[in-house]
Protein backbone atom coordinates (compact mmCIF):
# COMPACT_ATOMS: atom_id res chain seq x y z
CA UNK A 1 0.00 0.00 0.00
CA UNK A 2 1.03 3.86 -0.08
CA UNK A 3 1.34 4.19 3.91
CA UNK A 4 4.03 3.84 6.42
CA UNK A 5 5.25 0.48 6.49
CA UNK A 6 7.44 -0.79 9.94
CA UNK A 7 9.05 -4.22 10.45
CA UNK A 8 9.39 -5.70 12.22
CA UNK A 9 5.77 -5.59 13.68
CA UNK A 10 6.56 -7.37 16.23
CA UNK A 11 10.40 -8.09 18.57
CA UNK A 12 11.34 -9.97 21.22
CA UNK A 13 14.39 -9.49 22.69
CA UNK A 14 16.86 -10.58 25.29
CA UNK A 15 17.99 -8.10 27.55
CA UNK A 16 21.31 -6.74 26.11
CA UNK A 17 20.46 -7.83 22.53
CA UNK A 18 20.99 -5.77 19.65
CA UNK A 19 17.21 -4.79 17.70
CA UNK A 20 16.65 -2.62 14.40
CA UNK A 21 13.44 -1.35 13.11
CA UNK A 22 12.60 -0.29 10.60
CA UNK A 23 10.49 2.33 8.81
CA UNK A 24 9.15 3.28 5.09
CA UNK A 25 7.54 6.25 4.68
CA UNK A 26 4.93 7.55 2.58
CA UNK A 27 6.94 8.01 -0.90
CA UNK A 28 7.72 11.80 -0.96
CA UNK A 29 7.30 12.75 2.18
CA UNK A 30 10.31 14.61 3.59
CA UNK A 31 9.74 14.52 7.56
CA UNK A 32 9.95 11.35 9.31
CA UNK A 33 9.57 11.09 12.95
CA UNK A 34 9.93 8.18 15.76
CA UNK A 35 8.00 7.78 18.45
CA UNK A 36 8.05 5.65 21.58
CA UNK A 37 4.72 4.80 22.92
CA UNK A 38 4.64 2.73 26.19
CA UNK A 39 1.24 0.81 27.51
CA UNK A 40 -1.17 3.42 28.57
CA UNK A 41 0.46 6.37 27.13
CA UNK A 42 0.75 8.76 24.40
CA UNK A 43 3.71 8.88 22.00
CA UNK A 44 6.92 10.04 23.00
CA UNK A 45 9.42 12.05 20.71
CA UNK A 46 12.14 10.24 20.27
CA UNK A 47 13.79 12.21 17.22
CA UNK A 48 12.65 13.90 13.64
CA UNK A 49 14.59 13.89 10.18
CA UNK A 50 14.11 16.07 7.39
CA UNK A 51 15.51 14.35 4.46
CA UNK A 52 18.50 12.68 5.54
CA UNK A 53 19.12 15.21 8.19
CA UNK A 54 18.66 14.63 11.88
CA UNK A 55 17.51 17.58 12.80
CA UNK A 56 15.79 16.83 16.49
CA UNK A 57 17.54 13.53 18.94
CA UNK A 58 16.37 15.49 22.32
CA UNK A 59 13.98 13.04 22.95
CA UNK A 60 16.49 9.31 22.38
CA UNK A 61 16.68 7.93 26.12
CA UNK A 62 20.02 7.48 26.29
CA UNK A 63 23.14 6.78 24.00
CA UNK A 64 22.01 3.24 23.45
CA UNK A 65 19.28 4.76 21.08
CA UNK A 66 20.29 5.86 17.33
CA UNK A 67 18.73 6.38 14.28
CA UNK A 68 19.38 7.34 10.77
CA UNK A 69 17.73 7.87 7.27
CA UNK A 70 20.50 7.88 5.22
CA UNK A 71 19.11 8.25 1.16
CA UNK A 72 16.57 10.48 2.95
CA UNK A 73 13.87 7.63 2.71
CA UNK A 74 13.78 4.91 4.69
CA UNK A 75 14.81 4.99 8.68
CA UNK A 76 16.53 2.79 11.56
CA UNK A 77 16.13 3.02 14.40
CA UNK A 78 18.56 0.37 16.29
CA UNK A 79 18.63 0.45 20.05
CA UNK A 80 22.08 -1.55 21.81
CA UNK A 81 22.02 -3.58 24.73
CA UNK A 82 18.22 -3.35 25.18
CA UNK A 83 16.78 -2.99 28.63
CA UNK A 84 13.63 -4.14 29.85
CA UNK A 85 12.31 -0.72 30.11
CA UNK A 86 12.55 -0.28 26.38
CA UNK A 87 9.69 -2.14 25.93
CA UNK A 88 6.82 -0.06 24.11
CA UNK A 89 5.81 0.29 20.66
CA UNK A 90 8.27 2.28 18.34
CA UNK A 91 6.10 4.42 16.23
CA UNK A 92 7.24 6.00 13.00
CA UNK A 93 5.64 8.85 11.02
CA UNK A 94 6.43 10.55 8.17
CA UNK A 95 4.88 14.12 6.72
CA UNK A 96 4.52 16.12 3.34
CA UNK A 97 4.62 19.27 5.33
CA UNK A 98 6.01 21.53 8.21
CA UNK A 99 3.72 21.23 11.21
CA UNK A 100 1.11 18.78 9.05
CA UNK A 101 -0.30 15.65 9.37
CA UNK A 102 1.22 12.97 10.59
CA UNK A 103 1.07 9.56 9.44
CA UNK A 104 1.89 6.49 11.40
CA UNK A 105 3.15 3.55 10.55
CA UNK A 106 1.50 0.47 12.55
CA UNK A 107 4.45 0.03 15.26
CA UNK A 108 6.85 -1.83 16.01
CA UNK A 109 5.95 -3.81 19.45
CA UNK A 110 9.06 -4.70 21.10
CA UNK A 111 9.55 -6.91 24.14
CA UNK A 112 12.52 -7.43 26.11
CA UNK A 113 12.61 -10.57 28.49
CA UNK B 1 5.30 19.73 33.97
CA UNK B 2 4.51 18.03 30.86
CA UNK B 3 3.66 19.81 27.57
CA UNK B 4 -0.14 18.11 27.08
CA UNK B 5 -2.09 16.69 29.65
CA UNK B 6 -5.20 14.86 29.21
CA UNK B 7 -8.09 13.15 31.86
CA UNK B 8 -7.11 9.63 31.21
CA UNK B 9 -10.85 8.87 31.69
CA UNK B 10 -12.58 6.71 30.86
CA UNK B 11 -15.67 8.52 30.11
CA UNK B 12 -18.26 5.93 29.55
CA UNK B 13 -21.27 6.99 27.73
CA UNK B 14 -24.65 5.74 26.22
CA UNK B 15 -25.02 5.87 22.45
CA UNK B 16 -26.40 9.28 21.54
CA UNK B 17 -24.87 11.01 24.02
CA UNK B 18 -22.88 14.17 23.67
CA UNK B 19 -19.46 13.70 25.19
CA UNK B 20 -16.34 16.69 25.58
CA UNK B 21 -12.82 16.14 26.61
CA UNK B 22 -10.49 18.66 27.58
CA UNK B 23 -6.55 19.20 27.18
CA UNK B 24 -4.24 21.83 28.35
CA UNK B 25 -0.77 22.90 27.19
CA UNK B 26 2.25 24.13 28.96
CA UNK B 27 3.31 26.33 26.13
CA UNK B 28 1.26 29.60 25.45
CA UNK B 29 3.25 30.00 22.05
CA UNK B 30 2.24 27.15 20.81
CA UNK B 31 0.61 27.71 17.33
CA UNK B 32 -0.77 24.38 16.02
CA UNK B 33 -3.03 22.22 17.46
CA UNK B 34 -4.68 19.05 16.69
CA UNK B 35 -6.95 15.73 17.79
CA UNK B 36 -5.87 12.09 16.82
CA UNK B 37 -7.96 9.29 17.48
CA UNK B 38 -6.37 5.79 18.36
CA UNK B 39 -7.74 2.87 18.51
CA UNK B 40 -6.93 -0.45 20.67
CA UNK B 41 -3.28 -1.51 19.68
CA UNK B 42 -3.49 0.98 16.37
CA UNK B 43 -1.54 3.53 14.99
CA UNK B 44 -3.28 7.22 16.21
CA UNK B 45 -4.48 9.07 13.01
CA UNK B 46 -5.36 12.80 12.49
CA UNK B 47 -9.22 13.58 13.60
CA UNK B 48 -9.41 17.29 13.05
CA UNK B 49 -6.82 19.98 13.37
CA UNK B 50 -7.84 22.90 15.94
CA UNK B 51 -8.22 26.94 14.54
CA UNK B 52 -8.35 29.40 16.73
CA UNK B 53 -12.07 30.52 15.19
CA UNK B 54 -12.70 26.92 16.51
CA UNK B 55 -13.97 23.99 13.49
CA UNK B 56 -16.67 21.77 13.02
CA UNK B 57 -16.69 18.28 11.12
CA UNK B 58 -19.73 16.79 11.22
CA UNK B 59 -20.63 15.89 14.85
CA UNK B 60 -17.11 16.89 16.00
CA UNK B 61 -16.37 20.35 17.02
CA UNK B 62 -13.15 21.56 18.06
CA UNK B 63 -12.14 24.85 19.97
CA UNK B 64 -9.11 26.17 21.43
CA UNK B 65 -8.95 29.05 24.01
CA UNK B 66 -5.77 30.88 24.08
CA UNK B 67 -6.25 33.11 26.93
CA UNK B 68 -6.65 29.53 29.55
CA UNK B 69 -4.23 27.65 27.37
CA UNK B 70 -6.80 24.53 26.69
CA UNK B 71 -8.10 22.92 23.46
CA UNK B 72 -11.58 20.90 24.01
CA UNK B 73 -13.18 18.34 21.57
CA UNK B 74 -17.01 18.32 21.61
CA UNK B 75 -18.63 14.66 20.35
CA UNK B 76 -22.71 14.87 19.22
CA UNK B 77 -24.73 11.92 18.92
CA UNK B 78 -21.90 9.40 20.03
CA UNK B 79 -21.87 5.83 17.84
CA UNK B 80 -20.27 3.13 19.25
CA UNK B 81 -17.72 3.82 16.52
CA UNK B 82 -16.31 6.55 18.30
CA UNK B 83 -14.98 3.87 20.79
CA UNK B 84 -10.94 5.01 20.85
CA UNK B 85 -8.49 6.94 22.47
CA UNK B 86 -8.51 10.83 21.66
CA UNK B 87 -5.10 12.30 21.71
CA UNK B 88 -4.64 15.59 21.93
CA UNK B 89 -1.50 16.81 20.17
CA UNK B 90 0.61 20.48 20.52
CA UNK B 91 3.43 21.71 18.08
CA UNK B 92 7.09 22.74 19.64
CA UNK B 93 7.18 26.24 20.25
CA UNK B 94 11.06 26.32 19.37
CA UNK B 95 10.67 23.64 17.21
CA UNK B 96 7.43 23.79 14.95
CA UNK B 97 8.30 20.11 13.46
CA UNK B 98 8.43 18.64 16.97
CA UNK B 99 4.99 17.34 18.21
CA UNK B 100 3.71 16.38 21.65
CA UNK B 101 1.03 14.11 22.26
CA UNK B 102 -1.15 13.95 25.47
CA UNK B 103 -1.57 10.75 27.45
CA UNK B 104 -4.95 10.40 25.73
CA UNK B 105 -8.39 9.95 26.93
CA UNK B 106 -10.62 6.92 27.00
CA UNK B 107 -14.18 6.94 25.18
CA UNK B 108 -16.22 3.96 25.61
CA UNK B 109 -19.78 4.21 24.17
CA UNK B 110 -22.35 1.63 25.21
CA UNK B 111 -25.14 0.51 23.27
Known amino acids: GAGVSQSPRYKVAKRGQDVALRCDPI?????LFWYQQALGQGPEFLTY????????KSGLPSDRFFAERPEGSVSTLKIQRTQQEDSAVYLC???????????FGEGSRLTVL | RKEVEQDPGPFNVPEGATVAFNCTYS??????FFWYRQDCRKEPKLLMS???SGNEDGRFTAQLNRASQYISLLIRDSKLSDSATYLC????????????FGSGTKLNVKP
Open chain 1, 93 to 103: ASSSQTAGELF
Open chain 1, 27 to 31: SGHVS
Open chain 1, 49 to 56: FQNEAQLD
Open chain 2, 27 to 32: NSASQS
Open chain 2, 50 to 52: VYS
Open chain 2, 89 to 100: VVNGVRDFNKFY
